[in-house]
């Protein structure tokens, strides 16, 4: 081999070795990408619309908006939805979203309504479009009509070939991979879907969803809905299950007499700052008030929160504080009783039957 030749080769060598490092580091990158601001608010809506909270998901369409999602995205998200979570909650995110986008625009805030659909010109019918689509997102061969199901009842399979795969997902508002990320997060915030969800992990996967994406779904899934659904994805992707009840979790029951002439007054306090200590505080998970049938001065509380941080923050909360201040003159007597759960466990199914 010549001196040439061999320089020749050694220079090679060394544009493959740096092209490889740089592929590696592509990679690591990807794995390692975060979900944007845009993304996250994407997971928030589409869960919270799945499950039905208006209150928490006009929240998340103002954020959503305020992060740069267009009308016309959020429009499109919603559509998306009614597939997976039904008309009825399809449609009443939609009249969510009108009231904030109207809201705004009387607020003077200028929201871009954002591109709308091309029309599809590529001459294929709607299921093959669609069967089409359902190969690309899960790379592998797609059969008509599909096994099973679509053999058992065509109709529903040219539903979800025809509809689902080809006129929504073939809106190109939309990427297949924020379709996926929207599916995902209404499937994981849903019971009992979870064979769906498995498959939408996978084809979100094809999408380039990272398993660092998928664990930050998660993680907003326990924030807006709550432990036990973000633990599906979780298990899915074999990552760590957060414990349901926590080793500091905190029972308490409160003994309170009060006096006579205020037990009306005292009451009506009590059950506003209950109602908003569980519904706005994620680790409130129980306040339930009572009195005795035979002397109603004598109050009972049963109390549980999900560690001792989140009860020391409850004491700060403002409607505690309107509690706490304007009650003091109605309470006689007050004794906090702290409880050892003997089966911590069952705690999860106690409210399941309401």
Not at 123 to 143: A, F
Not at 229 to 256: C, F, H, Y
Request: aromatic letters at 6%.
């Amino acid at each position: 081999m010549t001196k040439t030749s061999k320089v020749i080769k050694w220079f090679l060598l060394l544009l493959l070795t740096i092209n490889m490092n740089s592929m590696n580091a592509q990679d690591n990158s990807n794995a390692d990408q975060s979900l944007t601001a845009q993304q996250q608010r994407i997971v928030s809506i589409s869960a919270l619309t799945a499950v039905g909270d208006l209150e928490h998901l006009k929240t998340e369409l103002n954020n959503g908006l305020d992060a740069g999602l267009t009308i016309n995205e959020l429009k499109e998200l919603l559509v998306q939805l009614y597939a997976y979570c039904g008309f009825p909650r399809n449609l009443n995110g939609i009249n969510t979203l009108m009231k904030v986008v109207e809201e705004r625009k009387a607020k003077g805030k200028q929201d871009i309504t954002g591109k709308e659909a091309t029309p599809v010109t590529n001459g294929l019918d709607t299921y093959e479009r669609g069967r089409k689509t359902l190969e690309t997102l899960t790379k592998t061969p797609q059969v008509k009509p599909a096994p099973g199901f679509g053999e058992f009842t065509p109709q529903i399979d040219a539903f979800l070939k025809e509809h689902l795969f080809a006129d929504i997902f073939d809106s190109d508002v939309f990427s297949y991979q924020q379709r996926e990320l929207i599916t995902i997060s209404a499937l994981a915030s849903m019971t009992g879907v979870e064979p769906q969800l498995q498959a939408h992990i996978g084809m979100g996967k094809n999408t380039g969803i990272t398993e660092k994406q998928l664990e930050e779904i998660a993680r907003l899934i326990e924030i807006h809905i709550n432990n036990t659904q973000a633990n599906t994805i979780r298990k899915m992707i074999g990552r760590p299950l957060t414990p349901l009840i926590e080793p500091d979790m905190m029972v308490r029951i409160s003994e309170i007499e009060i006096v006579p002439e205020h037990v009306e007054e005292y009451i009506a306090i009590l059950k506003e700052e209950a109602g908003a200590s569980v519904k706005i505080e994620p680790g409130v998970i129980a306040i339930f008030p009572m009195s005795q049938k035979e002397n109603p001065t004598q109050i009972r509380i049963v109390e549980i929160y999900a560690n001792k941080a989140t009860y020391q923050s409850h004491l700060q909360t403002p409607h505690f504080q309107h509690y706490k201040t304007t009650t003091q003159k109605m309470v006689k007597g007050l004794k906090l009783i702290d409880m050892n759960s003997l089966d911590k466990e069952a705690m999860i199914e106690i409210f399941k039957k309401l």
